[in-house]
């Protein structure tokens, strides 16, 4: 299992394990985690680009991001880089250090959301919106799993509400409310999509990425030890 915790739709999602391996296979197999991390975060922003399809509801920081896309004319995808490298700077009075997830994070979920909105074409009937919004809120889920199970740091917005938690001695779960609620506000007054998918996603995303954080767990490598018989089931010890 990995061991992160996340604060995932306004409620802290933890999973442990053991530490991660001394072996020649270095922390964590990196070449996995690396594959896991950008895989994760591509997903992460094609998943948001089917909820913006769907046009039922966002989550919450994609809400304002497409309230200021309304407002700039830019790509919604261009305004998440923007506003991830705001938040990002945020980070530097209340000291916290970025990770390559973190700093991964700011480019390529950007750069997926307009790619795949490029790609998928409009759609206007219900019967189809619907699935949309369904497979974008799986998905996130899933991508969330993918990305924190790598464990190459949190994204922006995550690492402002744990430094604001550490800085304030608020709880975590009210910080993440009152910055969301400000967010989707200010996202809605700007013509952001606030709706039915909204609610879905804020209710189902903590529970998703849950369940995806145990798939996607990034798993110790064997360690060969000169008590466990080779070939034998783990944990069987040889006699002395």
């Known amino acids: 299992m990995c ?18 391996p001394t072996g020649p296979s270095g922390p964590g197999r990196l070449p996995r985690r690396l594959v896991q991390l950008y895989a994760g975060l591509a ?19 994609n809400v304002l991001h497409q309230g200021l896309a309304e407002l700039t004319g830019l790509t919604i995808g261009v305004v998440s880089i923007v506003v991830g490298a705001a938040v990002l700077l945020l980070w530097i009075p209340l000291r916290q250090r970025p990770g390559l997830g973190t700093v991964s994070n700011v480019f390529v979920v950007g750069i997926a959301m307009d790619g795949t909105l490029a790609l998928v074409p409009d759609v206007h009937s219900l019967a189809l919106r619907i699935p949309l919004l369904l497979a974008g809120v799986v998905l996130n889920g899933a991508a969330t799993g993918l990305y924190i199970c790598a464990r190459f740091g949190p994204g922006p917005r995550d690492g402002l509400m744990t430094g604001l938690h550490r800085r304030t001695g608020r709880s975590v779960r009210l910080v993440r409310t009152v910055l969301e609620v400000a967010v989707v506000a200010t996202g809605f007054a700007l013509g952001g999509t606030v709706g039915v998918g909204t609610v879905l996603y804020a209710v189902a995303i903590g529970p998703l990425a849950q369940l995806f954080l145990r798939v996607f767990a990034v798993r110790p490598a064997p360690v060969v030890s000169a008590v466990v018989a080779p070939g034998q089931p783990e944990r069987a010890i040889l006699p002395g």
């Not at 061991?3 to 991660?20: D, E, I, K, N, R």
């Not at 997903?43 to 920081?61: I, N």
């Open 3 to 20: 061991q992160a915790t996340t604060t995932t739709g306004g409620h802290p999602v933890s999973t442990h394990s053991a530490s991660a």
């Open 43 to 61: 997903l992460y922003g094609a998943s948001s680009a089917l909820l913006v399809e769907a046009g039922l509801g966002l989550e919450p920081w």
